[in-house]
């Protein structure tokens, strides 16, 4: 168990509005990340951090923005929503101990746009 | 750069019959390879990985992985496959330019009874 919470679980949204997820880690790794998980894509990278206020773009990033103002939370926010961010996320952390850079990934969170 | 090809979308096995999943890779430098477990509606659990050691690794509930640099081929094994191994199998390259992780597309393991 690597200490990492999300919230909320489930969210529906209605297309246009903004989206804030929430990712909490209990063991102040550095480098966090933001996933999302779509059938036949396995897990693609949105955005990740590497510090407070370090920040960078993932393969998938347009349409979403991230802010890391503490070490323990990085939060990800959908501008405004669209029916094509339907989709499960996932934040994930890499230990700061590992030298093979696996990463340990939080319970997920089900949003669907409407 | 790199890449990650899960060569089955889904396997079909009987209960107590071996269980192969199949992943090849692409990589410049020398990776570090893992694979990832996720039951239905659950989170990522990390089954093994490879980091230049042992090229056979061993990993939880009896799973094991080949490097293989030839072939370029880290495949899943399991001798004898349980219903509670039905899940969805990820094959993952790190790269080594910036440490990301690179997921294949993923293979889902049905077991039948």
């Known amino acids: 168990d690597a200490g990492i919470t999300q919230s909320p679980r489930h969210k529906v949204t209605e297309t246009g509005t903004p989206v804030t997820l929430r990712c909490h880690q209990t063991?102040?790794?550095?480098?966090m990340y933001w996933y999302r998980q779509d059938p036949g894509h396995g897990l693609r990278l949105i955005h990740y951090s590497y510090g407070v206020k370090d920040t960078d773009k993932g393969e998938v990033s347009d349409g979403y923005s991230v802010s890391r103002s503490k070490t323990e939370d990085f939060l990800l926010t959908l501008e405004s929503a669209t029916s094509s961010q339907t989709s499960v996320y996932f934040c994930?952390?890499?230990?700061?101990?590992?030298?093979?850079?696996?990463?340990?990934f939080g319970p997920g969170t089900r949003l669907t746009v409407t | 750069a790199q890449s990650v090809t899960q060569l089955d979308s889904h396997v079909s096995v009987s209960e107590g019959t071996p269980v192969l999943l199949r992943c090849n890779y692409s990589s410049s430098y020398s990776p570090s390879l893992f694979w990832y477990v996720q039951h239905p509606n659950k989170g990522l659990q990390l089954l093994l990985k490879?980091?230049?050691?042992a090229t056979l690794v061993k990993g939880i509930n009896g799973f094991e992985a080949e490097f293989k640099k030839s072939e370029t081929s880290f495949h899943l094994t399991k001798p004898s496959a349980h219903m509670s191994d039905a899940a969805e199998y990820f094959c993952v390259v790190s790269d080594q330019s910036n440490y990301q992780l690179i997921w294949g597309a993923g293979t889902k393991l049905i077991i039948k009874p």
């Open positions: 994930a952390i890499r230990a700061d101990r590992d030298v093979s850079y696996e990463q340990y």
């Open positions: 490879y980091t230049s050691a």
């Open positions: 063991e102040n790794h550095r480098y």
